[in-house]
């Protein structure tokens, strides 16, 4: 298979306490230096907690933010922010929240036409003929054009949101929660439509989100994040159904599921670590019923197991754990 994505000790710092004159006070490292691959066609998907870094990951992708080191490279072509219409015509960003993240004081048309003008360069005849290609696509009526955002409930906003997306011509797709804020009704409904997109345009996703019932049904691939290092990736039925790392057993136990009651995690802490402060080895170390001398002394590096799952822990769980 041909690699469509590959990221090479990808990282993030943000400086924390600016000066007028000096140095920051501090660092927050808020993505570790990570490596992964995404195969063409594939759905990737990135799971994890609130501030475990996976947004910061997205927006490094798509050029909202420059990292602080490693490279990404799309079709073996290494990408930087010396031209960030590059980034346009190969990747693209779908945003969690569908109603402001377009803009209030412009038509769907002018949305639609921004990455067509800016990007292609393309004429008017040609833009109205690819805005109408993609509407049919995404199963929207042209006369929606010449109408505003809050005209739209939810599901037709996100669909939109998606259209715009495509707009670019870009192969690889940064979906962000594209279905978190809609009604469980219509996240079916977006959900099929993003499949039957990925068949039409040979699109690749990387599919984040908090809901692991949508990761496991939507990937092909799981990648689990914790304090911005990656603990583990492998094909999405072998992690949810039987998790290496202690992080992700404690994230499909944590899942609400219909007919079964609410129960606090098991573990000695239930907060992430402190960013200012952070742990000598192991961040999941003060949370993990595993944990050993040897977790306290250097974080474990990710590793292939047996069935191919890759991990970063010391003590991976058995099936049978």
Same mark, same amino acid.
């Given at each position: ?141 042209? %006369?929606?054009?010449?109408?505003? #955002?809050?005209?739209?409930?939810? *599901?037709? @906003?996100? &669909?939109?949101?998606? =259209?715009? $997306? ?102 000695? %802490?239930?907060?992430?670590?402190? #960013?200012?402060?952070?742990?000598? *080895?192991? @961040?999941? &170390?003060?949370?993990? =019923?595993? $944990? ?30």
């Amino acid at each position: 298979m041909t690699t469509a994505l590959k990221l090479t000790s990808l990282g993030k710092v943000f400086p924390v306490g600016k000066r007028l004159f000096g140095p920051p006070k501090a660092h927050v490292r808020a993505v570790q230096p990570l490596s992964l691959t995404v195969e063409e066609g594939e759905t990737l998907g990135i799971v994890g907690e609130s501030g475990c870094g996976k947004s910061t990951l997205a927006r490094m992708l798509v050029g909202l933010l420059p990292p602080s080191s490693g490279t990404i490279e799309i079709n073996g072509e290494p990408l930087d922010n010396a031209d960030p219409a590059l980034f346009g015509r190969k990747i693209q960003y779908v945003f969690q929240d569908p109603i402001s993240s377009l803009n209030p004081r412009k038509t769907i048309r002018q949305i639609m036409e921004a990455p067509l003008r800016h990007l292609h360069k393309m004429p008017t005849a040609d833009r109205e003929r690819r805005i109408a290609e993609i509407f049919s696509a995404v199963n929207l009526r042209e %006369e929606f054009l010449d109408r505003y #955002p809050h005209e739209f409930s939810g *599901g037709q @906003a996100q &669909r939109i949101g998606i =259209a715009r $997306a495509l707009a670019a011509d870009a192969r690889i797709l940064i979906l962000d929660e594209p279905v978190s804020a809609l009604d469980v009704s219509v996240q079916a409904q977006v959900l099929n439509l993003l499949a039957d997109l990925k068949q039409q345009f040979g699109l690749t996703y990387l599919f984040i989100s908090h809901d692991l019932a949508v990761v496991e049904a939507v990937s092909d691939r799981v990648a689990v994040l914790y304090f911005g290092a990656v603990v583990e990736v492998g094909p999405a039925d072998q992690v949810f159904a039987h998790p290496k790392h202690p992080y992700t057993k404690l994230l499909a136990d944590s899942a609400p599921v219909v007919g079964r009651p609410l129960t606090a995690p098991e573990g000695r %802490e239930t907060e992430l670590p402190d #960013p200012l402060n952070p742990p000598v *080895g192991c @961040a999941f &170390r003060a949370r993990c =019923a595993y $944990a050993s001398d040897q977790c306290g002394r250097e974080a474990p590096r990710l590793e292939e197991q047996s069935d191919g799952v890759w991990t970063a822990c010391y003590h991976p769980l058995a099936v049978s754990d």
